[in-house]
């Protein structure tokens, strides 16, 4: 479940300004602000399903918005090379061939 919230968070800060506002308010009080459907249904006066449904419909949004975009997926490549760049650097004497390399692949992705 943790994976999960994890990931829903990530691709709400890539695509949340896709979102209305209505998706969004519901997206950050369930996930961010970690309230229950009751509390945010309470909050708006409507059903804890209506909620549920915004939830899961804006959640199966983010998931199309990534498989088209994928922002999150280059964000955690670029993340992983430059962990790696971080790496040489601090434990070797940088290799240049390499760190250029690697610098290479980064740009690639952007």
């Known amino acids: 479940m943790l994976e999960k919230t994890t990931r829903v968070n ?3 800060d890539f695509y949340q300004s896709l ?3 209505k998706q969004r308010i519901y997206m950050q009080l369930y996930y961010l602000d970690d309230l229950s459907l009751g509390e945010i249904a309470e ?3 409507v059903s804890r399903q209506a909620v549920y449904d915004n939830v899961r419909r804006t959640e199966a949004m983010l998931e199309d918005y990534e498989a088209k975009l994928s922002l999150f997926h280059k964000f955690q490549e670029r993340s992983e ?3 790696q760049i971080e790496q040489r650097l ?3 004497k940088a290799l240049t061939d390499e760190v250029q390399k690697l610098l ?3 740009k ?3």
Do not use: A, G
Request: negative net charge; glycine residues 0%.
């Open 10 to 12: 990530f691709l709400f």
């Open 19 to 21: 979102l209305t506002d």
């Open 43 to 45: 909050e708006y006066d």
């Open 81 to 83: 090379l430059i962990e």
């Open 90 to 92: 601090s434990t070797e």
């Open 104 to 106: 290479h692949q980064i």
């Open 108 to 110: 690639e992705h952007d």
